[in-house]
């Protein structure tokens, strides 16, 4: 009797054990940390899926990267999987670290996870982060920037350098940044400041309060500018709507709609050419300017339209000449104008 009651006794015990054991490989969240010195890196890549890369740039010593998987849904025995099937492994080539969220290549899951990145480095490394299904925050950063973002919103509060973006999908909300190349689709774009932009869009909306250059390409897009020195529109099925021009534009719009509130009286130039694209240009204070151009099936209207050489050919209107007050060649603003299939208006602005 003694000797089950042992045997029973010593069976109840391994079977705690083995719960015990098997209690301990139980986990909802994992997290792998690595350090290094930023003297030994210069550019940070991170390629991930299914979650948020946070970066701070408040350290200027170490770089200290924080990469944790994390269980969303109920936890249950399958979901243990998820933790074998996902590797988290950095690589230093040269100055460059490399940190890339691999799935093992049989990888499936029914349960919700995320795979979020906590970096803490210096506010002016180069940065490469490509993320999908996923935010990016920059805080306190002002070093370059190479960023590929699909179903996700990029922020940053305040400026940096230079920025390099491929975005599908996404938002951004961004405070003032030097120099931009942008390309993208079914996105919305808000910009505080920036001296230089290159902006390719398509399915978008771009809002921008102030820049240096605008050098734009759209299609199905609406852009919204504040105040600019120089821009530039190419686009099909886009609508543009401009504040201030200060100094230059070109518009080459298809099926849009293109309006200038006010055009200050330092621009030295303005083109137009468009296609079933109403336009309404606004010349400050009756400034000096040329007018050229021809529009086509459609009707020009000017407050002193009967200074400038109208010359009607079917349907074809061509004019020329001065208008404004002052008329110095030295402060004319130079006006190209072609449009067909739809009206010109050009108003004066106080």
């Known amino acids: 009797m003694n000797l089950k009651i042992f045997f029973l006794t010593f069976l109840i015990l391994i079977i705690n054990v083995l719960q015990a054991q098997n209690t ?33 740039g408040t350290s200027n010593d170490s770089l200290i990267i924080e990469a944790t998987i994390k269980l969303k849904t109920p936890f249950d025995e399958d979901a243990i999987d998820i933790f074998r099937m996902i590797n988290i492994n950095p690589k230093l080539l040269k100055k460059k670290l490399e940190i890339k969220t691999e799935f093992s290549g049989n990888f499936s899951s029914n349960d919700e996870f995320t795979v979020s990145y906590v970096i803490k480095g210096s506010p002016k490394s180069d940065i490469v982060f490509n993320n999908q299904f996923g935010d990016i925050t920059l805080d306190t950063f002002s070093g370059n920037a190479d ?19 491929k975005l599908k999908n996404g938002k951004t909300d961004f405070s003032e940044i030097g120099v931009i190349n942008a390309d993208l689709t079914n996105s919305q774009f808000f910009l505080n400041k920036t001296s230089n932009i290159e902006i390719n869009a398509e399915l978008s909306n771009i809002n921008i309060k102030n820049a240096g250059l605008v050098n734009a390409k759209g299609q199905t897009s609406e852009f919204t500018i504040n105040e600019v020195d120089n821009i530039s529109v ?21 099926k849009g709609n293109l309006s200038v509130n006010k ?33 086509t099936n459609g009707s020009l209207e000017h407050p002193e339209k009967q200074k400038l050489r109208l010359l009607w050919e079917g349907q074809t209107l061509s004019f020329g000449g001065e208008a404004g007050k002052v008329h110095s060649k030295d402060l004319q603003t130079a006006i190209i104008l072609f449009s067909e299939n739809e009206n010109v208006t050009i108003e004066y602005i106080k």
């Not at 010195?37 to 948020?52: A, C, M, P």
């Open 24 to 56: 301990e490989t139980i986990k909802e969240e994992e997290t792998f940390r690595f350090s290094y010195s930023t003297k030994d890196i210069t550019t940070l890549s991170v390629v991930n899926k299914y979650g948020n890369i946070y970066y701070s």
């Open 147 to 165: 960023i590929t973002l699909y179903f996700g919103n990029l922020s940053a509060k305040e400026s940096f350098s230079k920025l390099k973006l």
């Open 234 to 254: 190419t686009g099909l099925q886009c609508f543009v709507k401009v504040s201030v021009i200060k100094k230059g534009g070109f518009f080459e719009v298809q």
């Open 263 to 295: 055009i200050l009286s330092t621009t030295e130039n303005i083109s137009v050419a468009v296609t079933e694209t109403p336009v309404l240009l606004g010349l400050e204070s009756e400034m000096s300017h040329t007018l050229y151009g021809e529009i």
